[in-house]
């Protein structure tokens, strides 16, 4: 299984390179680098849910609301409580019950998957704004720290190993879904589900089980992207918190061909095109209009997007109610 | 059932409209329009009257505006910009005195009242009124002259001699002005130090997220701050508030707030606020709404006051010779003696 197309990797390397000499002055490479894995971590979390739930034959769009009612929760009870673990585990909870609520949704009660999705968006965005209360604070974030050994590794070590708790417990999410998907029992049986739901059930695999179990997962792995943003990134939650996050997650997961490294590989250029985009503003070495260089990332991406992305397929079963008995 | 129909209807258009919140009953809404009553009716921008920013500070003065007139005062929160001229025109069909907009994106909106409601007086917070229209008022403020007073401070406590800022979008107006005064200011005292500062100014991608992406000005202000960054002005409703959070994570570095005084309303930076360029929005909104009972309010713009907010916590980082030079220069800047170097 191709990740990414050919032309497609040739493309990513060769702007991440320019990048790299572009930057070259060490301090300031490192900290673009490191820059552009933290706007990459949330979308790469993000489309992790996406592609567990499509891989399984249900379009979640309901990412931005998983994260940010997520996000709120895992705040609030943060602040309520004074315990930013309690926080987490709550925002985990809510998550895993509003991928629980899709599941219902779709596939108990065969709803359309889109109106299902943004359902999940509109009560987030309600609930969120009508909740908040300002004024608020956390006793502090998941602080940053260094794996020993591995973040003196010049380069890389900074970039990838100086972070918080919930950016390693994403990256290790990541790779183990990858793992997951490909590699394992469940994996293949998931992929059944959603490229042929009826061979699936007649091999014996319950597809509504599988189905449910996957979307609530997802649900976790989407709470855990919108704790990360209020516990660790920002340390604050403010209404419409997620920007629009769990939608350009979306694009991510299409232009990474609904295999999580592929993913990880779009959130990343996505996250490094932001980051040049700032240090463009910060160096002033080019007088660019920063209309121009803030609007990059969104250029760099279509430019991308059209010239390599080729054909993409989606799994076969993507959006479809499954009915025993029928094909 | 038809009276029920269109009460339910009646309660959904207003629920898609906004909320509509009376803020007090000595004189209500009833007498709205009557001789004798003074009303006064706010739009907020784009979010919640309780944003810790503009809506907020602007709804402070109207009310007491309203209630030192001993008027009646309410709010419409706008849900979307689509609704600017409606929900002005809730206000102005009940018969308003007086209808203050909040933000310059309502600007047009405010304007085309101006001339369809003549007997209404409007004040458009932070909007530039070129009309030659007697009943609006542009309340607007020298916001260069705040960034500039904020980079000048800036300038003499930065340890590293890199000031940075995270803003909002380039195309609002007052963000660019307070961008461009604080990056003179900060040259300003980098001559009088004679030292040479690095300043920056990194704003958002325009676009209807660019002033409620905490995230994007967290990350941002991290880039700066592992880049040696020690003082960063967040100015971009959540967006900035997103950076002065990620500023106060970091020990030793220090942050500046933008249009009120934020150390009261971003608790989690309080520890690295050291003031806010201020627009005195309360005041400006208040006076104008005195002015406008007393009928002595003129067309055109009102230019309120700006300023630098108290250095609460950290007073005892800003060396007292600091401080007198800072309170010589704010007396040039206000004056217009010193130039903030704003070309347009």
Known sequence: ?327 | MIKRISAVTAALALATVGFIVPAQAATTEADCGTAGAFCVGLVTDLGKVDDKSFNQASWDGAKAGAAKAGGFSKYIETTDSKDYAKNIALFADKGYNVIVTVGFLMGDATAAAGVKYPKIKFIGVDQFNASTATNVTGLIFDEDKAGFLAGYLAGYLTKTNKIGGVFGMKEVLPVRKFGEGFENGIAYAGKERSKKIKSTVVYHAAGDNAFSDPAWGATTANQLLTQGFDIIFGAGGSTGNGALGKVAQKAGALCIGVDIDQYYTVPEAKSCIVTSAEKKLTLGVSTLVAQAKAATIKGGNYVGEVGLSPFHDLSSKVPAVVKVRLKKITTGVLAGSVSTGFKG
């Open chain 1, 1 to 327: 299984m191709k990740m990414l197309s050919k032309r497609n990797g040739y493309f990513l390397v060769a702007i991440l390179a320019t990048g790299f000499f572009y930057f070259n002055g060490s301090d300031v490479t490192t900290s673009v680098y490191a820059t552009g894995t933290v706007f990459a971590l949330p979308l790469a979390l993000a489309a992790m849910v996406g592609i567990m739930c499509e891989r399984t034959g249900i379009v979640n769009i309901g990412i931005e609301g998983t994260m940010l009612l997520s996000a709120f929760v895992a705040f609030f009870v943060s602040s309520l409580t004074q315990n930013i673990i309690i926080g987490l585990i709550a925002a985990i909870f809510t998550g895993s019950m509003m991928g629980l609520i899709l599941a219902v949704m779709a596939v108990s009660w065969r709803m359309d998957q889109i109106i299902a999705g943004t359902i999940i968006n509109i009560l987030a965005t309600g609930l969120t704004s009508f909740l908040y209360v300002q004024g608020r604070t956390i006793p502090g974030v998941f602080q940053s720290f260094e794996i020993p050994i591995l973040s003196k590794i010049p380069f890389f070590g900074p970039v990838l190993f100086i972070h918080g708790a919930l950016t390693f417990a994403g990256i290790i999410i990541i790779l183990a879904l990858y793992v997951a998907i490909y590699h394992t029992t469940w994996g293949l049986r998931s992929r059944a589900v959603g490229e042929h739901p009826s061979s699936a059930d007649t091999a014996g695999v319950s597809v509504v089980r599988l189905r449910y179990i996957n979307v609530t997962i997802a649900g976790a792995i989407g709470a855990l992207a919108g704790a990360y943003l209020s516990l660790e990134l920002v340390g604050s939650f403010e209404r419409g918190f997620t920007a629009g996050k769990g939608f350009t997650a979306l694009a991510l997961m299409i232009f990474g061909r609904w295999n999580p490294l592929g993913a990880l590989a779009a959130a990343m250029f996505f996250g490094l095109a932001q980051a040049y985009a700032n240090q463009l503003m910060i160096d002033q070495i080019v007088n660019i209009p920063s209309q121009f260089t803030a609007a990059l990332p969104y250029i760099m991406t279509i430019v991308v997007l059209t010239i390599s992305a080729g054909k993409v397929r989606p799994p076969a079963a993507e959006g479809q109610p499954y009915e025993k008995g029928q094909a």
